[in-house]
């Protein structure tokens, strides 16, 4: 079975600051694995997907994250924070059977302060 | 990109009585969709698989009977709450697969979310 551990429920930052969300994940195969973000009252934007190509991936408004296999990471990186990106950050890893189901983590809440 | 629409985005409904929410794909066909719960400042938590032209499958302590899901079409499932009650009260968001896109993971996409209060 699929899980995913995201290690800090809460992280606060500085505004030009780098972030760091921490997931870790658990699968008895390859895994499907990405990061979604929620603002508030909102639904679910795609940041980036890993699926078994590039370790590193790039996605949307400078984030990235790096699929580690031997640390089973994938943790998500931004080199400078902006107040725009305060927000709810999910981790999530895909069931690789035919119907895709999404396994969420508990989340992250990233504050960014002035 | 890929447009999945709820619809109603926000509902206020009595205690005892039954409210539908929709989740259409705008402009492609779903043979799947997700329906999930998410609770204020909590993850989502998956309810069930709605599978078109099929009976749903249900996530354990998911109570079907009580979560009645249908999937008529490639393009629209919906979830209806019966006997709605206010512990039902929550953030429901739909989420669809797109059945020409190959790719693992290259293939979902969610709503809005639909925000249920029960009073």
């Known amino acids: 079975a699929q899980s995913v551990t995201q290690l800090d429920s809460h992280v606060s930052v500085s505004e030009g600051t780098p972030v760091l969300l921490r997931c870790n994940y658990s699968?008895?195969?390859?895994?499907?694995l990405f990061w979604y973000v929620q603002h508030p009252n909102k639904g679910l934007q795609l940041l980036l997907k890993?699926?078994?190509?590039?370790?590193l991936v790039k996605g949307i408004n400078g984030f990235e994250a790096e699929f580690k296999k031997s640390e089973t990471s994938f943790h998500l990186t931004k080199p400078s924070a902006h107040m725009s990106d305060a927000a709810e950050y999910f981790c999530?890893?895909?069931?690789?059977?035919?119907?895709?189901?999404?396994?969420f983590g508990a989340g992250t809440r990233l504050a960014v302060h002035p | 990109g890929a447009v999945v629409s709820q619809h109603p985005s926000w509902v206020i409904c009595k205690s005892g009585t039954s409210v539908k929410i929709e989740c259409r794909s705008l402009?492609?066909?779903?043979?799947?969709m997700f329906w999930y719960r998410q609770f204020p400042k909590q993850s989502l938590m998956l309810m069930a698989t709605?599978?078109?032209?099929?009976?749903?499958?249900?996530e354990q302590g998911v109570e079907k009977d009580k979560f009645l899901i249908n999937h008529a079409s490639l393009t629209l499932s919906t979830l209806t709450v019966t006997s709605a009650h206010p512990e039902d009260s929550s953030f429901y968001i739909c989420?669809?697969?797109?059945?020409?896109?190959?790719?693992?993971?290259?293939?979902?996409?969610f709503g809005e979310g639909s925000w249920l209060t029960v009073v």
């Open positions: 989420s669809a697969r797109d059945r020409d896109k190959v790719l693992y993971g290259n293939t979902i996409y």
């Open positions: 699968s008895s195969y390859s895994p499907s």
């Open positions: 890993y699926t078994s190509a590039a370790t």
């Open positions: 999530v890893v895909s069931d690789r059977g035919g119907y895709n189901k999404l396994i």
């Open positions: 402009d492609f066909q779903a043979t799947t």
């Open positions: 709605s599978n078109e032209g099929s009976k749903a499958t249900y």
